[in-house]
């Protein structure tokens, strides 16, 4: 069965402070690997797309990397603003249509 | 234009109610996708509409009847909808970089 499992669960951090949130996927065959921004109540936002040859990728503060060899990811936030408070999402592709989405990860930053 | 429109953004409906969602995007994306989302869980799929054309429909009740009435166009049609049907109900489509777009969403509430 494809999983993607995220960690921690959710976080807390203090504005300005940087943070790197988890994704381990088991979908196979593989063809993309997505982090989605989602706010309460709000549809998701990309943050970064990587296929199988890219191995980082970075968006503004965000900076996601991608281990295709041990099917693990991690999403990098620099220097956090109270606005990175969201839930993020890592989302693994087997193909164009079905999405394999993570649990997401709860960050809320104070100041 | 890299947006996907939904309408309303909020809708409460009995449920002897029909009533109707509406998605639009022109990107030129010739997938679009329903998603069912409750609160602090990750969106679910519901329909697949590929070329216009509906490719995956995953298990859904038939009180859900989805649409495509052409390729900038989806519909989401509600009939006799039941409380647990309460969730924000995302559009989304996906263009030649397999990068899905979301829209707002919808957040219906059956009474």
């Known amino acids: 069965k494809n999983q993607v499992e995220q960690s921690p669960q959710s976080l807390i951090i203090l504005e300005g402070k940087n943070c790197t949130l988890q994704c381990n996927y088991t979908v196979s065959p593989f063809s993309n690997l997505r982090w989605y921004k989602q706010d309460t109540g709000r549809g998701p936002v990309s943050l970064t797309i990587m296929t199988f040859s890219e191995n980082t990728k970075s968006n503004g503060r965000y900076t996601a990397t991608l281990d295709a060899d041990t099917k693990q990811s991690s999403l990098h936030i620099t220097a956090s603003q109270l606005s990175d408070s969201a839930s993020y999402i890592c989302?693994?592709?087997?193909?164009?249509?079905?999405?394999?989405f993570g649990a997401g990860t709860t960050v809320t930053v104070r100041a | 234009d890299t947006e996907v429109t939904q309408t309303p953004k909020h809708l409460v409906m009995g449920m002897t109610n029909k009533k109707s969602l509406k998605c639009e995007q022109h990107m030129g994306h010739r997938a679009m996708y329903w998603y069912k989302q409750k609160a602090k869980k990750p969106p679910e799929l519901m329909f697949v509409?590929?070329?216009?054309?509906?490719?995956i429909n995953e298990s859904v009740p038939s009180r859900f009847s989805p649409e495509c009435p052409n390729s900038s166009l989806l519909n989401l049609h509600l009939h006799a909808l039941q409380p647990e049907d309460s969730a924000l109900y995302l559009c989304?489509?996906?263009?030649?970089?397999?990068?899905?777009?979301f829209g707002p969403g919808t957040r219906l509430t059956v009474t």
């Open positions: 509409y590929s070329y216009e054309k509906l490719s």
């Open positions: 989302v693994v592709s087997a193909n164009d249509y079905k999405l394999s």
């Open positions: 989304a489509s996906t263009g030649q970089s397999y990068e899905q777009y």
